[in-house]
């Protein structure tokens, strides 16, 4: 699957427990981050084949793949 920075283990983690997560939820466990960042680390697990993202601007959402 590739390798992973702590932040997205991190996500993978919470989606694990939760079953999704949001840009939102992934802000409150990364303060202090760009929404931009954040965006770009969850766009790279979809690519990575390891999270599928669900929805469109304000209602995406991300589960594991």
């Given at each position: 699957a590739g390798r992973v920075?702590?932040?997205q283990a991190k996500a993978l983690a919470?989606?694990?427990?939760?079953?999704?997560?949001?840009n939102r939820e992934y802000r409150d466990i990364c303060p202090g981050l760009s929404a931009?960042?954040?965006r770009l680390d969850l766009a790279e697990l979809v690519d990575?084949?390891?999270l599928l993202k669900i929805g469109a601007k304000k209602g995406t959402y991300y589960i594991l793949k």
């Open positions: 920075s702590e932040r919470y989606v694990e427990k939760k079953g999704s997560i949001t931009e960042t954040l990575k084949g390891m």
